[in-house]
């Protein structure tokens, strides 16, 4: 079934930002952020097993799974055939944006000037990852940013952590924020996923 970029911001307040290692830990950990309320998650192209784990992620029930630091078309290609439902850049250029669009796939491009947003709106964008959020101004730099674009939308990502994101979250123009906090490093504790997933849910949900 599929999905406009909207509908994948407002699953959640919160959109996991998954590094994840080995393929056996997918399931465990899909199936306890799902359970804690967290059905968007965005597994990152930063690990060898990156694809695989989005195979198996795809597998549970609820779980909208999504390609995160997908940079080029090659990078898009093999996301969309693992199964993602949206895709999320750190950054914007032409190429990939033109090659995403088509796609027709939810995309939540990387952005962190006025620039990289006028680009984007020229694309027909709108909806935009703010990254990397707190070392690219903080709120108050997205606050600036938000004021003439008054369209546009964003996920924040990038250093915000369990304390911070109900500020992110309280401003009008932030639909969601993406975070690593849910997935402590180390060995997947599923409980302590499912209990740290359920407690980013209850931040606006």
Same mark, same amino acid.
Do not use: H
């Given at each position: 079934?599929? /999905?406009?970029?909207?509908?994948?911001?407002?699953?959640?307040?919160?959109?996991?930002?998954?590094?994840?290692?080995?393929?056996?830990?997918?399931? @465990?950990?899909? *199936? %306890?952020?799902? %359970?804690?309320?967290? *059905?968007?998650?965005?597994?990152?192209?930063?690990?060898?097993?990156?694809?695989?784990?989005?195979?198996?992620?795809? #597998?549970?029930?609820?779980?909208?799974?999504?390609?995160?630091?997908?940079?080029?078309?090659? #990078?898009?290609?093999?996301?969309?055939? %693992?199964?993602?439902?949206?895709?999320?850049?750190?950054?914007?250029?032409?190429?990939?944006? =033109?090659?995403?669009?088509?796609?027709?796939? @939810?995309?939540?491009?990387?952005?962190?000037?006025?620039?990289?947003? /006028?680009?984007?709106?020229?694309?027909?964008?709108? *909806?935009?990852?703010?990254? @990397?959020?707190?070392?690219?101004?903080?709120?108050? %730099?997205?606050?600036?940013?938000?004021?003439?674009?008054?369209?546009? *939308?964003?996920?924040?990502?990038?250093?915000?952590?369990?304390?911070?994101? @109900?500020?992110?979250?309280? #401003?009008?123009?932030?639909?969601?924020?993406?975070?690593?906090?849910?997935?402590?490093?180390?060995?997947?504790?599923?409980? =302590?996923?499912?209990?740290?997933?359920?407690?980013?849910?209850?931040?606006?949900?």
């Amino acid at each position: 079934m599929s /999905m406009t970029v909207d509908e994948v911001m407002e699953l959640a307040p919160v959109i996991p930002v998954l590094v994840v290692d080995r393929v056996e830990d997918a399931l @465990p950990i899909a *199936r %306890a952020l799902v %359970a804690g309320g967290l *059905r968007a998650l965005e597994v990152t192209l930063r690990t060898p097993a990156a694809l695989d784990v989005m195979r198996a992620m795809v #597998q549970v029930e609820g779980a909208v799974v999504g390609a995160g630091t997908v940079c080029t078309p090659g #990078q898009l290609d093999a996301a969309l055939e %693992a199964g993602a439902r949206f895709v999320v850049s750190p950054g914007l250029t032409e190429t990939l944006g =033109r090659t995403v669009i088509a796609s027709g796939v @939810p995309w939540l491009p990387g952005v962190a000037t006025a620039g990289d947003i /006028m680009r984007g709106m020229e694309l027909g964008l709108n *909806r935009f990852k703010f990254f @990397p959020a707190e070392t690219s101004g903080g709120i108050a %730099a997205l606050n600036a940013l938000a004021a003439p674009f008054y369209e546009a *939308r964003f996920c924040p990502t990038g250093g915000i952590t369990e304390a911070s994101a @109900p500020e992110w979250l309280a #401003q009008p123009f932030v639909k969601c924020v993406g975070g690593s906090w849910v997935i402590p490093k180390g060995p997947a504790d599923t409980g =302590r996923i499912e209990a740290l997933a359920r407690a980013a849910c209850g931040l606006r949900c």
